[in-house]
């Protein structure tokens, strides 16, 4: 993993540790930006290790390449790279895009911005193009704003906008921790959600059914995910190449109160 700070890799993780552990196989967990200076993990040299699973690695490529070179079965969460797609159990993000898209529109929002994060995750690039598809279909601009993943990312935009008087009818946010971002900024300077603008996040962490008001995200199912790369693993664990294969699951839209009709 690449964190700890994060409600839905946590889920996803501890459903994996459920599964294997019926399985009777031990998870160890490392948290890890990528390899070592020697170009290896600590993990791979364990002679006890019988497969690795890799969240959203950022080095995916020097990650895969080791695995490869050492014959140890692996699969990807959240894969950057589509040549992995086999090795890979992955969310449908431009299908997530789309529907976040659709529904803004279908409130009747206009002036519709995405706040996305950064660019090096296959992920943020899909979401965009799944939002910028939906708006191209009702003939609508789409506008996009760039940065990270995070709330102090989201607060900094918000703070722009009141700032420069450019707020916008509603948002897609990257994630819902620039949701959160967002709304706090916004509600600090007077603007009401979701009476004065409309806030989509994405992932539905733990916090998304928590905050006041509570927001309307796109649900990434950890329990499905999880269990899919589980299925993956143990199939290459015991040689079973011919139905190990990667899949990709759709996300959902949690419609709550952070969105409204214009």
Known sequence: MTTLHDSFFDSVAKEINDLLAL?????????????????????MQEDRLDGLILLSPVEEKEFVDELAKRDIPYVLIDNQ????????????????GYIAGRHLLELGHQRIVHVCGDELFLSTRERRSGFVQALAEAGVEPIVEQGTYSIGFGYEIGQRWLREGTLPEAVFAGDDYIAIGLINALTNGGVRIPQDMSIIGYDDQIIASQLHPLLTTVRQPADEIA???????????????????????RPQLMIRESTAVR
């Not at 399985?23 to 993990?43: D, K, N, P, R």
């Not at 299925?231 to 990667?246: H, R």
């Open 23 to 43: 399985q009777g196989y031990y998870l160890a967990i490392s948290v890890s930006t990528g390899l070592g200076e020697q170009g290896e993990h600590y993990m």
């Open 81 to 96: 790279l589509p040549q992995h797609s086999a090795e890979a159990i992955s969310v449908d993000n431009a299908y997530g």
């Open 227 to 249: 269990r899919s790369a589980v299925e993956l693993l143990l199939n290459k664990m015991n040689q079973q190449e011919q139905s190990a294969q990667g899949m990709r699951i």
